[in-house]
């Protein structure tokens, strides 16, 4: 059974850095995808950023040269560091995991090739 447990999130003014971390449990496939999501109340959830076990990363264009995502496999988990914040990353932040029994082609950053989620995390950020 897959479970991922986020953590990290928080209130944090405009310009500040935050790291959220994703605990990764279950995956016993070798070709896997996991990554980063955000909603807000009424839109919806858009991906962010993403890796896969080819060492592919994927970025959305609002989030490029301020997010970085990143894994340590030893730990388990997957991390999201967010520099230079903006008011408008506020929002409920999700990780999700993905594995294959063979390597696979996937959109990283579309919610609907993942079946497995956190619950979430809240991240908020003011002026």
């Known amino acids: 059974q897959v479970q991922l447990v986020e953590s990290g999130g928080g209130s944090v003014q405009v310009g500040g850095s935050l790291r959220l971390s994703c605990v990764v449990s279950g995956l016993t496939y070798s070709s896997y995808c996991m990554g980063w999501f955000r909603q807000t109340p009424g839109k919806e959830r858009e991906g962010i950023a993403a890796?896969?076990?080819?060492?592919?990363?994927a970025y959305a264009e609002s989030v490029k040269g301020r997010l970085t995502v990143s894994e340590d496999s030893v730990k388990g988990t997957l991390y999201l560091q967010m520099n230079d914040l903006k008011p408008e990353d506020t929002a409920m932040y999700y990780c999700a995991a993905r594995q294959h029994l063979l390597p696979a082609h996937v959109d990283l950053l579309n919610p609907a090739e993942y079946n497995h989620w956190g619950q979430g995390t809240p991240v908020t950020v003011s002026s």
């Open positions: 890796l896969d076990s080819a060492h592919d990363t």
